[in-house]
């Protein structure tokens, strides 16, 4: 097989705990045509100075805050675009990766050149459940559904491919542009991977390539919350139909009234968070 270059870039913040295992299996990878690129949004636990001591075959970034998810990745895909990568990879600072795992990814994207973006079959830690097999959104509820099945062959009807681990063709960047930073946290992706839907696109979820993800959160959950709301809410309005525009606004005025109701019950952080979104959605651009 042909190897094209790649580009892993990894994202991270305040990930000490677990980067190190993952670079360290990133490094073990098969592949013999890549590079990684190590993006940090101003970690404060010492883990841009651990690697930047420990590996040596990285090229590191270091931003001076927090930019979240969809600018902090675009740095690195800027960075990699502008030096002739053919794929990238956005991978989570969280995750185990098999030594074969992007030799299949690419071997796949290869085949079939409409695939856009693909995704690792992804496991959670202990190896034997899954974590993201495909994901749908469902438009009436405003809420997206991440798949957990066994697959027998590989996926192509995911509506949106997770942000945890995603090989993408170069050119849909070129075609589609970067990840909207309007996202500062979760959301991110299932736009993108709209996006390449809309420019004819297929998403695919690779049955021989396997991760692991780690999953370790540094947001606390009412922080988690808000971001979810506040991205999802941001999403709806951005890529809802004509048709589906009037429900949408409706849905939304009833899950506000629920909140204000959840507020009068019990004054709890949760709901405290989710009446935040709301008001910060108003000022959103």
Not at 82 to 89: F, M, N, T, V
Not at 128 to 137: C, E, H, P
Not at 151 to 156: A, I, M, Q, S, V
Request: charged share 30%; with cysteine; glycine share 6%.
């Amino acid at each position: 097989m042909n190897f094209p270059k790649v580009f892993i870039i990894i994202l991270n913040y305040n990930g000490k705990d677990f980067i190190k295992k993952t670079l360290a299996s990133v490094f073990r990878i098969n592949y013999p045509n890549f590079e990684v690129v190590f993006v940090d949004n101003n970690s404060v636990d010492g883990s841009f100075e651990l690697i930047k001591r420990e590996f040596s075959k990285i090229t590191l970034i270091k931003n001076s805050e927090n930019l979240g998810f969809s600018a902090g990745n675009n740095i690195g895909i800027e960075y990699a675009l502008e030096r002739g990568a053919d794929y990238i990879l956005l991978l989570n600072y969280d995750t185990e990766v098999e030594n074969n795992f992007l030799v299949s990814l690419v071997e796949m994207m290869e085949e079939d050149k409409k695939i856009g973006i693909a995704s690792p079959l992804i496991f959670e830690s202990d190896g034997l459940r899954i974590w993201f097999s495909g994901g749908k959104i469902n438009w009436l509820k405003m809420k997206s559904i991440q798949e957990r099945n066994t697959l027998r062959e590989n996926y192509f009807g995911s509506d949106y491919i997770s942000g945890c681990a995603m090989l993408i063709r170069a050119e849909v960047f070129r075609r589609i542009g970067l990840f909207d930073e309007k996202y500062f946290l979760y959301w991110e992706d299932a736009d993108f991977s709209f996006r390449a839907k809309k420019e004819g696109y297929r998403l695919a979820v690779c049955l021989k390539s396997r991760i692991l993800h780690l999953e370790k959160s540094q947001e606390k959950k009412e922080n988690k919350i808000y971001w979810l709301v506040l991205s999802g809410l941001i999403f709806f309005r951005k890529n809802s139909s004509l048709f589906l525009r009037p429900w949408i606004f409706f849905y939304t005025f009833l899950r506000k009234l629920k909140n204000k109701k959840d507020l009068k019950r019990e004054k709890n952080a949760i709901a405290k968070a989710v009446q935040k979104a709301y008001h910060d959605f108003k000022y959103a651009k």
